[in-house]
């Protein structure tokens, strides 16, 4: 990973889920507005509204600090450390609000996906044995391409040429 931090490709950015760092090969903030701004604004706006009012169900607000965590400028918003992103106020006579679903979480990103990849399987192309040999690929990115709508097509092109959604079609 430290090599890779250090011979950083352009127009790349590595998050630490673990951490919350950002790394990437210019200004944080510019790259990180130009991925934003890549995200087709329909599904992009739906997935923001879902998780917001996850955050909401679970008593976390915009800008909130929650209790041992740490600040990423960046961002400008907080990261926790710890796995309790709520205080419990029960002892204290406050309602108690619900942790976090992160399964509620999980479908809000699975339905984003599942609306800016609909038809996908259209363009898989089973190999046979002289296929797997040819180094072919799995995928007909170009045509899938083609066939999205001119908003779709930025983020699905960078999405279809990386390493993780090689491996999706794959799977």
Not at 29 to 57: A, F, G
Not at 61 to 75: L, N, R
Not at 116 to 135: A, K, N
């Amino acid at each position: 990973a430290a090599t890779v931090r250090r011979n950083m490709p352009e127009d790349s950015v590595i998050i630490d889920l673990d951490s919350g760092d950002i790394d990437c090969s210019g200004d944080r903030y510019e790259v990180l507005k130009q991925c934003w701004n890549i995200i087709p604004s329909e599904p992009r706006t739906i997935l923001v509204q879902e998780i917001e009012t996850l955050c909401r169900d679970a008593g976390l607000v915009p800008g909130q600090e929650p209790i041992h965590s740490k600040f990423d400028p960046a961002f400008d918003a907080s990261v926790p450390i710890t796995t309790s992103l709520v205080e419990d106020l029960n002892d204290r006579g406050h309602k108690t609000k619900d942790p976090l679903d992160d399964r509620a979480l999980r479908d809000s990103f699975l339905r984003f996906f599942c609306s800016i990849l609909g038809g996908y399987e259209r363009f898989l192309v089973v190999p046979d044995m002289d296929f797997v040999i040819s180094g072919d690929e799995w995928f007909d990115a170009k045509g899938f391409l083609s066939s999205v709508s001119q908003e779709h097509a930025p983020y699905l092109g960078s999405l279809t040429s990386t390493q993780l959604f090689q491996s999706f079609i794959q799977r």
